[in-house]
C-alpha cells in the first residue's frame, strides 16, 4: 500500500524488460486498489515503445474493476497494427483488440451481454474477438438465451476456422485445440468438446494435448467439478489437473467438495 517506496523500488531494478513489467504489474494492482489517477500517472512516464502494452493493461484492470466507462475511454489511445494476410510465425500484436475483448468478456461476465456484442462487432475478425464471443457463449447459456448462444457459437467457430486457415500464428498455435474445446462445452456442447480433447491426445502433436485443459476449464466454469475431475481421466498423470481444479473449486465456495474428493486420492504426491 505504499506507492511512494513502491516507486522507489522501481527506479532500482536494473533490467530494463523487468521493470517495465513491474510498472505495469504497479498499474494494475494501483487499479485493483481504486487509485486510478496513480495508475494514469504512471502510465503518462511510461515510454514509447512500452505504452500500447501497457495502456492495454490498465485497460484490462479498469475492466475487472468493473471501471467499464474508464476502460472504454481508455481505448481511444490505441491504434490498430496494419492488417496483415497470409501465413507468418509471429502477427504483430494488435493491443487495441486485446482490450476490447478484455471489455467485452468484462461485460458479458457482468450480464451486459448488448454491451459485450457492441464491443466486438468493432474488433477484427481474429483471435481476440474469437475469445471474447466464446465468453459471450457462456453468457447468454447463462442468460437463457439458446438461441443467441447459437449464433455466437457459430460466429465463433467461422471466425478461428477462418484465422487457422489464412492467418496462422505461431503465438496461437498451442491455444487452438483448448479454446475450441472450451468453446464446445460453454455452448453446452460436451461430446463435441470431450472428442476434441480425446482427438487431441490421438493426433500426436506437440499441443494436442492442450485441448484438454479447454475442456476442463469449461467444466470448472459451468461448477461440474464431479465432470471435471472424470475428464481427466483421459490424462496420464492427472495431478497437475486436480490442483487447478481443487483451487477453482475452493474458490467457488465449495471447499468441503474439494476436500472431500482430495482426500480420498490414493497417490500422496498429487494429494
Not at 66 to 79: F, K
Not at 180 to 190: C, F, H, I, V
Not at 196 to 216: C, P, Q, T
Request: with cysteine; net charge negative; glycine share 10%.
Amino acid at each position: 500500500g505504499d506507492l511512494k517506496v513502491a516507486l522507489a523500488t522501481l527506479t532500482k531494478i536494473e533490467d530494463e524488460w523487468t521493470r517495465r513489467f513491474a510498472s505495469t504489474d504497479l498499474m494494475r494492482i494501483l487499479v485493483k486498489r481504486g487509485d486510478i489517477p496513480s495508475a494514469q500517472a504512471m502510465l503518462e512516464k511510461v515510454d514509447a515503445g512500452h505504452r500500447d502494452y501497457a495502456t492495454q493493461v490498465v485497460v484490462s484492470a479498469l475492466a475487472d474493476a468493473g471501471q467499464l466507462p474508464e476502460a472504454i475511454a481508455m481505448i481511444s489511445t490505441l491504434e490498430a497494427p496494419a492488417e496483415t494476410s497470409g501465413i507468418s510465425l509471429f502477427a504483430p500484436p494488435n493491443y487495441k483488440a486485446g482490450a476490447q475483448g478484455h471489455i467485452a468478456k468484462a461485460q458479458a461476465k457482468a450480464g451486459d451481454i448488448v454491451g459485450a456484442m457492441k464491443t466486438v462487432a468493432m474488433m477484427p475478425d481474429r483471435e481476440d474477438k474469437a475469445d471474447a464471443l466464446s465468453a459471450i457463449v457462456f453468457a447468454q447459456r447463462k442468460a437463457g438465451d439458446a438461441a443467441g448462444a447459437e449464433r455466437s457459437y457459430q460466429q465463433c467457430r467461422s471466425i478461428r476456422a477462418d484465422v487457422e486457415k489464412n492467418h496462422f500464428d505461431l503465438s496461437n498455435a498451442a491455444t487452438n485445440g483448448m479454446n475450441a474445446a472450451q468453446l464446445a462445452g460453454r455452448a453446452g456442447k460436451w461430446a463435441e468438446a470431450r472428442k476434441i480433447a480425446e482427438d487431441g491426445f490421438k493426433d500426436g502433436s506437440l499441443f494436442g494435448r492442450f485441448a484438454l485443459n479447454g475442456l476442463v476449464y469449461a467444466y470448472e466454469e459451468a461448477g461440474d467439478y464431479a465432470g471435471a475431475l472424470e475428464a481427466v481421466k483421459l490424462a496420464k498423470e492427472p495431478g497437475t489437473f486436480f490442483y487447478g481444479i481443487g483451487r477453482a473449486q475452493a474458490t467457488d465456495g465449495d471447499l468441503i467438495g474439494a476436500l472431500t474428493w482430495a482426500s480420498a486420492e490414493i497417490s500422496p504426491k498429487w494429494k
